[in-house]
């Protein structure tokens, strides 16, 4: 059964630092790996997916890597912004399977 | 483009009364529709999925139900809620299994 955990739980930066999120998960056969955000009381906002075969993605000030030998994502959130300030959640799924869900970091940037 | 709505924003309900969330997808045919609950400081647990019309599978056993009468239309109900069933509850979608999911706004419950 797939186990996805999230390091650190709680995050809180000044603004402009570099930030790094980190997501593991015990079954490396994944098919895709997705990165959310969600901000208090709001739905999940999708930031990045990332399928297999590859090994990063970027939007923006976000990169998200995979490494599916070692079980892990990193995001990485260049030059923070208090609108940053948010939970983050990594999924992860087997080909044909449902999304399983990390318990999210959730980051505050303070001004 | 595809859209996805979910209403109510927020609910009130006794315990023991009825319930109905209702969620639609626009601009997609056939997605594959889910039901996740969100308990305060919890994470997301996946209560139903749908691949198709009538279709509805459930992940965890409990006072609710989920019904899928047109291809575009997924309903959660319960016939008493219990003071349990609080939660934020999201509706999302995806084109096959593990496609990437893309979630409503959601619907706060409280149960009182």
């Known amino acids: 059964k797939q186990e996805v955990t999230q390091i650190p739980a709680a995050l809180s930066v000044p603004e402009g630092e570099n930030l790094v999120l980190n997501c593991s998960f015990t079954?490396?056969?994944?098919?895709?790996l997705q990165w959310f955000r969600q901000d208090p009381g709001k739905g999940l906002t999708s930031l990045l997916l990332i399928q297999s075969s590859q090994r990063e993605q970027t939007s923006g000030r976000l990169n998200a890597s995979l490494d599916k030998s070692s079980g892990r994502s990193t995001l990485y959130i260049a030059a923070s912004q208090p609108g940053d300030s948010a939970t983050y959640l990594c999924?992860?799924?087997?080909?044909?399977?449902?999304?399983?869900f990390g318990p999210g970091t959730r980051l505050s940037v303070l001004p | 483009s595809q859209t996805i709505h979910q209403w109510p924003a927020t609910l009130v309900q006794p315990v023991g009364s009825p319930l109905s969330l209702e969620c639609t997808v626009e601009?997609?045919?056939?997605?594959?529709l889910y039901w996740y609950r969100q308990a305060a400081g919890r994470g997301l647990q996946l209560l139903f999925y749908?691949?198709?019309?009538?279709?509805i599978s459930s992940e965890v056993p409990q006072n609710l139900s989920a019904s899928r009468p047109q291809d575009r239309q997924f309903i959660l109900s319960s016939k008493k809620l219990l003071l349990s069933d609080s939660g934020f509850y999201l509706c999302a979608w995806s084109v096959v299994h593990s496609f990437g999911y893309t979630f409503g706004s959601g619907t706060r419950l409280t149960v009182v």
């Open positions: 601009g997609t045919s056939n997605p594959n």
């Open positions: 749908s691949v198709g019309i009538g279709q």
């Open positions: 999924a992860v799924a087997g080909y044909g399977q449902n999304f399983v």
């Open positions: 079954d490396s056969a994944i098919y895709n």
